[in-house]
């Protein structure tokens, strides 16, 4: 109990104790801070809506031949099923490995295609990051700020602070919509 009491009144001093000096100068210095939320920009700037439209109609298109690819799969299995009472073991063996190749192809172009869409997405994604850090460093200049800071990485933010709907407003002047290059290429 006495162990409690005294950090308490530990704690007590250090809460009353005066506000370092420098810590004083640096917020009277002038520095401004901004605060910037990338994921309304993410969610709502046409350039990403954009990209995750296209992206989903390239992602629909694959999706349709691989279901295509895994139909033709199926058939070729319950055929090889029908077969193996007709066909010789060696004659059955060679027609599973036949089969087992083609599984192994299909598979393969379904990790090829994800690959390609990945890159894609990624490649559309930093044409906008690389316009998006030149218009956060505009707003800088011309607002002269110092500091920036992502609203996810911050507890308590004043919405004066807050750039994020000049941002989006110039991204989406400036980048409307971003093309993403065919996955399929």
Same mark, same amino acid.
């Given at each position: 109990m006495?162990?409690?009491?005294s950090l ?10 005066? =506000?370092?000096? $420098? ?7 002038g ?15 046409? !350039?990403?809506?954009?990209?995750r439209? /296209?992206?989903g109609?390239?992602?629909d298109?694959? %999706?349709?031949?691989?279901?295509k690819? &895994? &139909?033709t799969?199926r ?9 193996r +009472?007709?066909?010789?073991?060696? $004659? ?10 083609? =599984? @192994?192809? @299909?598979q393969?172009?379904? /990790?090829?295609? *994800? ?5 894609? /997405?990624?490649k559309?994604?930093?044409?906008i990051q690389?316009v ?9 200049? &011309? ?9 996810? /990485? ?5 919405? !004066?602070? %807050?750039?994020? *709907? !000049? ?5 989406? !002047? *400036?980048?409307?919509?971003? +093309? ?6």
């Open positions: 006495k162990k409690i009491l308490l009144a530990l704690m007590g001093l250090l809460f009353m104790a005066p =506000v370092h000096g $420098a810590f004083a100068q640096e917020t009277a210095s520095i401004k801070i901004a605060v910037i939320d990338i994921n309304i920009i993410l969610r709502n700037a046409a !350039a990403f809506k954009s990209i439209q /296209q992206i109609a390239y992602r298109k694959f %999706q349709a031949e691989i279901q690819e &895994e &139909e799969l058939n070729a299995n319950q055929e090889l099923a029908r077969q +009472t007709l066909l010789s073991a060696d $004659a059955f063996a060679d027609k599973r490995r036949e089969f087992e190749a083609k =599984v @192994v192809t @299909v393969r172009l379904v /990790q090829q295609r *994800k690959q390609n869409l990945d890159k894609s /997405q990624a559309a994604m930093g044409q690389e998006l850090n030149v218009i956060v460093t505009e707003i800088s200049k &011309e607002q002269n700020i110092s500091l920036i800071l992502r609203q996810d /990485q911050t507890i308590l933010a004043n919405s !004066a602070l %807050q750039i994020t *709907k !000049a941002v989006l407003a110039r991204l989406d !002047a *400036k980048m409307p919509s971003v +093309t993403v290059a065919d996955p399929s290429k």
